[in-house]
């Protein structure tokens, strides 16, 4: 009987241990998968000193980044523009293997959400975006009125008594608290109609068939250029409006805290050292390359 009752604790002992663990092990997969603790991004993709982050993330894998066509931010006609050269400076000095692929601009703040997407650019902080994304600023602009002069506007109060003139927006696309609601107002009109991308965009106003659209000079400028516009009005109908800071995101499903430091760094780094003010003059005039770095 003593021999029995032996063996039926060892057994229960053995039972219990075994389930411990079994929790202990499932529990901490399941804190690892949602990005509490040692998330993907603090499994080796960043040591304390950036300058010492290994060559291969630990997960793997390459990090992507999204870009999309806006002009002088990025055309894939030459696959070129400033967006996707700061990126591969950040890669280089984070020592990150960052893959930047072309994508529908559509898409990528629902990936950068549920983590499918760990980087973009271009991007403006809203309240409900920093919900599921850190920001990083590296450039400043202001979206700016563009108006065909045949179209005869020269103010916000003659656009919103018009007639048969058409305004151009990009779906999804955040113009500043003014212009925004000035947006809101054209729609009640009916006078609005929504594109996918910049380049979409010019093609319209190109063709004629808007009138009016908002942009910033690191857009317009190369398309007045590449598809040889005739004569557009380009006008600030916001003066008292500061220019938006344009950001990079990180996905909060992907990067800590501690990543956010690392990237935030080497951006900074990079405006003390004169580098964002090189990649900028490379695609724009002076004056814009210098304002674009008017950033805190």
């Not at 999204?66 to 591969?88: F, M, P, Q, R």
């Not at 599921?132 to 065909?148: A, G, M, T």
Request: charged fraction near 25%.
């Amino acid at each position: 009987m003593k021999n029995r009752l032996t063996a039926f604790l060892a057994g229960a002992i053995f039972i219990f241990s075994v389930a411990c663990s079994n929790y202990i092990y499932f529990e901490s997969q399941f804190i690892a998968g949602n990005g509490i603790g040692n998330a993907r991004s603090s499994a080796g993709y960043f040591k304390e000193d950036y300058n010492s982050v290994s060559n291969e993330p630990q997960n793997g894998g390459e990090i992507t980044s999204a870009l999309y066509n806006s002009g002088y931010l990025y055309n894939d006609d030459t696959d070129s523009g400033l967006n996707k050269d700061i990126i591969e400076e950040i890669s280089r000095r984070l020592e990150l293997d960052i893959v930047q692929k072309v994508m529908p601009r559509a898409r990528i703040y629902s990936m950068l959400e549920d983590g499918s997407l760990p980087i973009s650019v271009s991007t403006v902080e809203t309240s409900s975006r920093a919900e599921y994304s850190w920001f990083i600023p590296y450039f400043v602009e202001k979206n700016y009125v563009l108006v065909r002069k045949d179209a005869g506007l020269k103010t916000e109060e003659e656009l919103l008594k018009s007639r048969g003139i058409k305004i151009g927006i990009i779906r999804g696309y955040y113009y500043g608290l003014h212009y925004n609601g000035l947006i809101q107002k054209l729609k009640e009109r009916h006078l609005v109609v929504e594109a996918k991308d910049t380049e979409d965009i010019f093609k319209m106003m190109k063709e004629g068939w808007i009138q009016v659209t908002f942009g910033i000079p690191a857009a317009y400028l190369y398309y007045f250029e590449k598809m040889d516009f005739g004569q557009i009005a380009v006008m600030d109908w916001a003066p008292d409006e500061k220019p938006l800071k344009r950001c990079i995101s990180l996905s909060k499903q992907y990067f800590t805290f501690h990543d956010l430091e690392q990237f935030q760094k080497v951006v900074l780094e990079m405006k003390d050292d004169g580098t964002l003010y090189k990649i900028y003059s490379r695609y724009l005039p002076e004056n814009v390359a210098k304002g674009m770095c008017e950033f805190q």
